[in-house]
């Protein structure tokens, strides 16, 4: 009995993991990642950046969250680029070359256009869940 | 006591001295970076820290697994799988040590050692998975609770540990939402996982003590389990609550998590049972150590349900409450579990009452520093939250400069950590060193059961 209940929960387990891996994402505002942004992305863990900072508010404090950094205002490509080129007094200069440098912003830029990081109070319901659009 | 036991433990307990080792100095690293970019960076002295941490929890969990394992399954079946399971998990350990030195990364947070250390890493764990299945197959009837605790543990981290590593087909890189929602998806399973065999442990143990075997029996032992079950599988959603990801994901994991509102119901309702029995075993240095386990889960419990809220979670993701919540986890409940593991496996009791009022003043002050530690960060947590999503404060160094000095308080009483915790370890270390424990011959009838380990505390506390 108590092991044909964990057969069934392992069974619902199996279900909804292969739901999770094709319906998780449907609204696919980003398009497939390019092989620059594939290089930047892989960059981005050769060099540890997401022990310093977010993406989606996942990573280390010591920087800010980049979720959006591309789209936002005052800041973008170019300002990115500057901060990973020379680095600041926080973060250590990795002594990236152009290309390396122009591949980690792409994929950034590729990681804003997948959504917004901060929800807005207006998408909390009553229930106290969220009701993101996509 | 078999030289790969000793081995394995004398690891783990290495392991977790390094841990508070690499912690207080990735805490400089963070507070002082203009000092320590040359020498040890922060991206550097965190990997360390964090690895530290998890292989101490991991090693530590499967080390009371493979040293309880000759109690409750005593076929020798398996038992060369064990052996090879302890050198490569070791050496796989050590191989993302020296990767670290040498400032190579490339895996993804938590893991990050090349990915190539993965297979090492798997490898072994399939060694204890034959080590531990292989007799437990042979097990005729109605198996106790942590015998199935600890086989949920070790099948669900080698489940979760393949899914951790599903980034590496490219399929699953083609969406950076899927990619993501997969990834803490397996984070998530993969506590559960630990968790499951540490409180297998903490039980088996607390059978032990008691002497009644019908606490890994009862009814409502095995409906918390499938409730454990069923949140290690489907509640690891509040990772991913702002990820703009399928709703339902939310939805599901919203109310599985408000489940965990029964586990805290039944610790209210236990709680008079609980302190009775406290103080009726308070002199054992292992039941101690439950006990403070069991306050830590209370006061992670709070804070894991308000954080499960969507709207609470809004504020909370992204802060140092969710450093709270992993760090009361890990010090406050895996760590303390383990620490009472050992304590009975290495038989602290029988110390001497110098050694054992040593172990006592650092237990309380791991209680004291943890507790002033974990209420830091919860501090510095509601700061950032307050000054990101009530004030809107969007300049990062803006947001950052009160949580500094929150954080510096919180690094003075990661010190204390250092030192309490860091004095247990090592008292542990030099016993695990050379230890031999009483052959059952030589031990008096009348201790001859699991229960006696009580009355031969109090004798040796009387004997001295």
């Known amino acids: ?134 | 006591m078999q030289h790969h036991h000793r081995l394995y433990i004398v690891s783990s307990l290495i392991l977790l001295i390094a841990t508070l080792v690499f912690g207080m100095l990735a805490s400089w690293a963070f507070l002082y970076p203009l000092t320590y970019n040359s020498i040890f960076p922060f991206y550097q002295a965190r990997p360390f820290h964090v690895s530290a941490a998890l292989f101490w929890i991991i090693t530590g969990a499967t080390a009371c697994i493979l040293f309880f394992k000759k109690e409750v399954l005593p076929s020798p079946s398996g038992a060369l799988a064990g052996k090879v399971f302890v050198y490569t998990w070791l050496a796989s350990i050590l191989a993302v040590f020296v990767c670290y030195s040498f400032r190579l990364f490339g895996g993804r947070e938590y893991w990050e050692f090349p990915p190539v250390l993965c297979l090492p890493i798997l490898v072994s764990w399939v060694f204890l998975a034959v080590s531990w299945f292989a007799p437990f197959a042979k097990v005729r009837g109605r198996k106790p609770l942590y015998m199935w605790m600890w086989s949920t543990g070790i099948f669900f981290f080698l489940l979760t540990f393949v899914e951790q590593n599903l980034w590496q087909i490219p399929w699953f890189r083609l969406s950076y939402l899927r990619e993501i929602t997969v990834q803490w998806k397996s984070n998530g399973a993969m506590v559960g996982a630990w968790n499951q065999m540490i409180y297998g442990t903490s039980l088996y143990l607390m059978v032990k003590i008691s002497g009644d075997e019908q606490m890994a029996r009862s009814r409502s032992a095995y409906f918390f389990y499938m409730l454990g079950l069923t949140n290690l599988m489907f509640n690891w959603g509040h990772h991913l609550y702002n990820v703009p990801a399928a709703a339902w994901i939310r939805d599901g994991a919203y109310l599985i998590s408000m489940t965990e509102w029964i586990f805290l119901i039944r610790m209210i309702h236990g709680f008079r049972t609980t302190l009775r029995e406290s103080k009726r075993l308070q002199h054992l240095i292992s039941y101690r150590f439950i006990i403070a386990a069991e306050f830590w889960v209370f006061m992670n419990l709070l804070l894991t349900l308000a954080m499960s809220i969507p709207a609470i979670n809004r504020y909370t993701h992204g802060t140092h409450i969710t450093v709270a919540h992993a760090m009361g986890a890990t010090i406050g409940i895996n760590s303390m579990i383990l620490l009472g593991a050992f304590s009975w496996i290495l038989e602290a009791d029988m110390l001497k009452i110098r050694i054992r009022k040593a172990i006592a003043v650092s237990y309380w002050g791991a209680q004291i520093s943890l507790a002033a530690f974990w209420l830091s960060l919860i501090a510095a947590g509601i700061v950032k939250a307050y000054r990101t999503t009530a004030l809107n404060i969007t300049s990062f160094q803006e947001v950052m400069a009160p949580v500094t000095s929150i954080l510096k308080v919180f690094n003075l009483l990661g010190v204390g950590l250092l030192i309490s915790l860091g004095t247990i370890a090592f008292i542990y270390l030099r016993r695990a060193l050379r230890f031999t424990p009483a052959p059952v011959a030589t031990i008096p009838a009348q201790h001859a059961s699991p229960k006696t380990r009580i009355v031969r505390a109090k004798e040796n506390e009387l004997a001295q």
Request: some cysteine.
């Open chain 1, 1 to 134: 009995m108590r092991f044909g209940l964990w057969i069934l929960l392992f069974c619902a387990f199996i279900v909804y993991t292969w739901f999770v891996y094709a319906q998780c994402d449907t609204s696919c505002k980003a398009p497939h990642p390019s092989g620059k942004e594939l290089a930047g992305w892989q960059l981005w863990q050769s060099r540890n950046c997401q022990v310093c900072h977010q993406l989606y508010g996942l990573g280390g404090f010591m920087g800010p969250d980049l979720t959006n950094t591309a789209s936002e205002r005052g800041k973008g490509a170019r300002y990115m680029s500057g901060i990973i080129k020379y680095g600041t007094g926080r973060m250590p200069n990795f002594h990236l070359s152009d290309s390396e440098v122009n591949n980690l912003v792409s994929f950034l830029t590729w990681v804003d256009k997948s959504g917004k990081n901060r929800v807005p109070p207006e998408f909390v319901t009553w229930t106290g869940n969220y009701n993101i659009s996509n």
